[in-house]
């Protein structure tokens, strides 16, 4: 099993990234998805999450409106498109994967928000 993120980065404030989380070694269409982050010296916490046919989705209210989690099963990857990018949003931002009390974690990407 394998997840392996991309797109973090350096990014302004008011600037947007897009984040990706490419599957291996599982069913990926079976398992709901999800985004974390997770901030120096806090508790790692749930961004979004997209269920594993696609149609449901959770935000924190944190990212409402700015953040919008997708997946493309063909592809076996999920994305996190963050626009309205504040300073606080600044995190590692890790993928999960999750089924039947199973989970996957990916090694987590970067993203830093500051001027």
């Not at 394998?2 to 797109?7: H, K, M, P, Y």
């Not at 070694?25 to 997770?38: A, E, L, N, V």
């Amino acid at each position: 099993v394998q997840l392996v993120e991309s797109g973090g980065g350096l990014v302004q404030p008011g600037g947007s990234l897009r984040l990706s989380c490419a599957a291996s070694g599982f069913t990926f269409s079976r398992y709901d998805m999800s985004w974390y982050r997770q901030a120096p010296g806090k508790e790692r916490e749930l961004v979004a999450t997209i269920t594993s046919a696609g149609g449901r989705f959770n935000y924190a209210d944190s990212v409402k409106g700015r953040f919008t989690i997708s997946r493309d099963n063909a592809k076996n990857t999920v994305y996190l498109q963050m626009n309205s990018l504040k300073p606080e949003d600044t995190a590692v931002y890790y993928c999960n994967a999750y089924r039947s009390r199973i989970g996957h974690w990916g090694q987590g990407t970067q993203v830093t928000v500051s001027s």
